[in-house]
């Protein structure tokens, strides 16, 4: 089994980065991935977070457009609690207006950050949004499509509301989740759907069998239609993609055990940190994660996402290129993603 392979960006900030390097770098990325054969690139949403520089989607994909040829780009994904509809409509009616054929919406119900600045996202309160998550989903795809959506008020009148610049086709809709929550929401719309298995391995199973038994067909997809996310980082030495997975490893521990956070430490920082350092906690969630990951030499990370794949009945893997960088290494580049994409080529 050949695995095809798609690309989930977080715009990672190292020590000693910008956030504007890391933005050059990653729009770097996407053409390597175009040029590479990847099938699609998306871009995550997170705020206030000194290590991540992926808070507007719509803006990232609208850049990554303009660099390549044959790529699906797409969010993966909007947090759609954090934004009215019709503005998530219009800026993917104009985004597939730019790169037609070529855009996926992504949308999540997750706050993408944490619960101060989620309350300053959403001017309708801390719970109100979310519950309405359904309906805005239906709004945005009705937005989106040639008819558009009707509001309606109680004195009777109707009003027509339709995303544009109105384009010759829509983006593709996923929903996104990592809950069974949004794998049965997903089945009942008859949308394709993502487990987002990079950040939550717990209930994959569980969630795609939801999804794939309770699924009703529709005019987006007449059978399931699902792939899964996986954190991988590759190099041409088994010792160096462990080292490089060492300062996502830990940021993943900080964030569970509720340290403070910052750009991601250098490769060398995080070796010495985690020599000096005795924590348990921390161990276990290192441990826990690294079991999830796929680090190694090329052949090795191959074999085990085709493995990977074939064990949950999909024929893509989302790799989120997790790898961290050494100290000297060029900021306005990422090598070590580089080297991810270019060892794991489709």
Excluded: C
Aim: hydrophobic share 45%; aromatic share 6%; glycine share 8%.
């Amino acid at each position: 089994m050949t695995t095809a392979l798609s690309v989930l960006d977080l715009v990672p900030v190292r020590t000693g980065q910008t956030s504007a390097q890391a933005v050059s770098a990653s729009l770097a990325l996407t053409e390597l991935a175009d040029q590479l054969g990847y099938r699609r690139y998306w871009f995550a949403e997170h705020h206030n977070m000194p290590a991540v520089a992926s808070t507007s989607p719509a803006v990232l994909i609208a850049a990554a457009a303009s660099r390549t040829q044959r790529i699906r780009v797409g969010s993966g994904g909007v947090m759609l609690p954090n934004h009215a509809a019709l503005i998530v409509a219009e800026q993917f009616a104009a985004l597939e207006a730019m790169a037609p054929g070529r855009v996926d919406l992504g949308l999540g119900r997750a706050p993408g950050s944490d619960p101060v600045i989620t309350q300053l996202l959403r001017h309708s309160g801390t719970t109100g949004d979310v519950e309405r998550f359904p309906e805005h989903v239906r709004d945005i795809i009705a937005m989106l499509g040639a008819e558009g959506a009707t509001v309606r008020f109680t004195s009777g009148g109707e009003y027509a509301v339709r995303a544009t610049p109105v384009a010759a086709d829509r983006p593709e809709v996923w929903l996104l989740g990592s809950s069974d929550y949004s794998a049965q929401l997903a089945a009942s719309f008859g949308l394709p759907y993502v487990f987002a298995n990079h950040f939550s391995g717990q209930g994959l199973e569980r969630a795609l069998e939801l999804y794939r038994t309770q699924f009703h067909p529709s005019e987006f997809a007449d059978a399931p239609r699902t792939f899964v996310t996986a954190n991988a980082i590759v190099a041409p030495t088994a010792a160096e993609a462990e080292e490089r997975a060492l300062p996502q490893l830990r940021m993943f521990a900080k964030m569970r055990t509720g340290k403070p956070l910052g750009p991601l430490e250098s490769v060398e920082d995080a070796l010495a940190a985690q020599a000096a350092e005795a924590d348990p906690m921390a161990a276990e969630f290192i441990a826990s994660a690294r079991s999830r990951w796929f680090v190694g030499e090329p052949a090795t990370v191959r074999a085990d996402l085709d493995a990977f794949a074939a064990a949950h009945g999909v024929d893509e893997i989302m790799i989120s290129p997790v790898a961290g960088a050494y100290a000297a290494e060029d900021p306005t580049t990422s090598p070590g993603r580089t080297q991810t994409l270019s060892l794991l080529t489709p």
